[in-house]
């Protein structure tokens, strides 16, 4: 528990530091556009762990042009993206079906954060997501291809 802790405050502050330094805009979303990744689970501020019961269905697909399209679990949808500065991340409204998802979702839980997410950062091939004020990170994976 207390690696977990300590591995939790230690990306706090790589999201943090990169959050803090400036570039110009049009470098802000290095490795953002273009890329598709599915969750891998959700750390709370207070510590608690969600993991999704199938990563495939928990995906984002960040477009070139400012789009992203989600699904999460049950339902998909889309919305806009945008970075304003180095590891600054903000989410526009999501358009989204509404089906009920099954018991044990974290459908619910992604869809009521996604407005607070406000920066990113990839760190060993993963995407960090993190919400304002301590609220949470959530780590994602490159999705992999299926053929």
Known sequence: ???????????????LAG????IAPQDAADGLGGMSWQLVGFQGGD??????????KYTIAFGNDGGVSVRFDCNRG??????????QLEFGPLALTRAMCPPGSLHDHIVKQWGFVRSYVITDGRLFLSLIADGGIYEFEPLQKQG
């Open 47 to 56: 510590g608690k762990v969600l993991r999704p019961d199938d990563k495939t």
């Open 19 to 22: 959050a803090c330094a400036e």
């Open 1 to 15: 528990m207390k690696s977990a802790v300590r591995g939790f405050l230690s990306l706090t502050a790589l999201l």
């Open 78 to 87: 889309h919305g806009k993206w945008k970075s304003s500065g180095r590891n």
